[in-house]
């Protein structure tokens, strides 16, 4: 990896995780960049509620009022009571000055201070969260449409993992989301192909509020919906904690995920030393 210049160490980047070549992975409070990733936030929700609002009109000719309530609510999206405790973590195109990607981070420590993680509007966690770990969690995961999904999300996990190693996170969990509406069954293939690959231990499984369940439709579709940055996630080691959670409001999918950081490669056992092996290396 390239090594930052002056220029880009500046008292600005602080938070900084990464570099590569026009782009930066870090931490950020700039108000400029916040408002970039709300921006970002809006578009996503705004997509997925135009996907519900074209559906709508196919199936029954008009957009019913409540769903034009919830598209004005989210033009007016700010956070939801959880982004003032939780870290943001972003991935920058530095020379057009723009965020392209972002993650929401919420560490156990936090999540005790303020009554829980986000993931547990969603699932129950009394399961997972009794193996006594210290967590990681992701969620309001977004990349920016213009760019490459599945290079932005390299750079976004690479920075995740150096993280959460670096400050001894023992797992990464959280929520990543499927959009439904203009490939409902498509979608609904593609989450019981997660589950029969990418099935999480038992003492991992956690329990949806909401379940999204296979017999909202009809029959599965022949095809099986990709979606760029959950493919790479997913090949990564990403396991699926059971069913996913219906998202009304977002009109989506919820998946919990689990990711152990053992699964990241460690340093090769032939230069793993102990304090003893170091000691009598040195005698």
Not at 32 to 53: A, G, T, V
Not at 111 to 131: D, P
Not at 207 to 235: A, N, V
Not at 266 to 272: A, G, N, R, Y
């Amino acid at each position: 990896m390239p090594i930052p210049t002056e220029e880009n160490t500046s008292q600005q980047n602080i938070n900084l995780i990464s570099w590569y070549p026009g782009f930066e992975v870090k931490f950020t409070d700039d108000k400029e960049e916040l408002n970039q990733i709300k921006k970002l936030r809006i578009r996503q929700k705004n997509r997925y509620q135009s996907d519900l609002m074209t559906t709508e009109l196919s199936v029954k000719g008009k957009v019913k009022k409540n769903y034009k309530k919830l598209i004005d609510e989210h033009k007016n999206f700010i956070h939801d009571g959880y982004d003032s405790h939780t870290r943001h973590l972003i991935v920058k195109d530095i020379h057009n000055d723009r965020v392209i990607a972002y993650v929401r981070l919420i560490d156990s420590f936090t999540a005790f201070k303020i009554g829980g993680f986000y993931s547990e509007t969603r699932f129950n966690l009394s399961r997972l969260i009794n193996n006594q770990q210290f967590f990681l969690e992701i969620s309001c995961l977004v990349i920016d449409e213009l760019y490459s999904e599945k290079q932005t999300i390299k750079l976004l996990w690479s920075g995740l993992t150096q993280y959460a190693r670096e400050n001894g996170v023992d797992a990464v969990i959280g929520i990543v989301s499927i959009p439904m509406a203009k490939h409902f069954n498509k979608a609904l293939r593609m989450i019981s192909s997660l589950k029969n690959q990418h099935i999480s231990e038992k003492s991992q499984r956690v329990r949806p509020y909401q379940l999204l369940s296979s017999s909202f439709s009809s029959r599965f579709s022949s095809k099986t919906l990709s979606i760029s940055y959950l493919d790479y996630l997913f090949s990564r080691g990403i396991k699926l904690c059971g069913d996913a959670y219906w998202n009304r409001e977002n009109n989506s999918a919820d998946l919990f995920v689990y990711y152990k950081m053992d699964n990241i490669p460690k340093i090769p056992e032939c230069i793993q030393l102990n304090e003893v092996e170091l000691g009598r290396l040195c005698e």
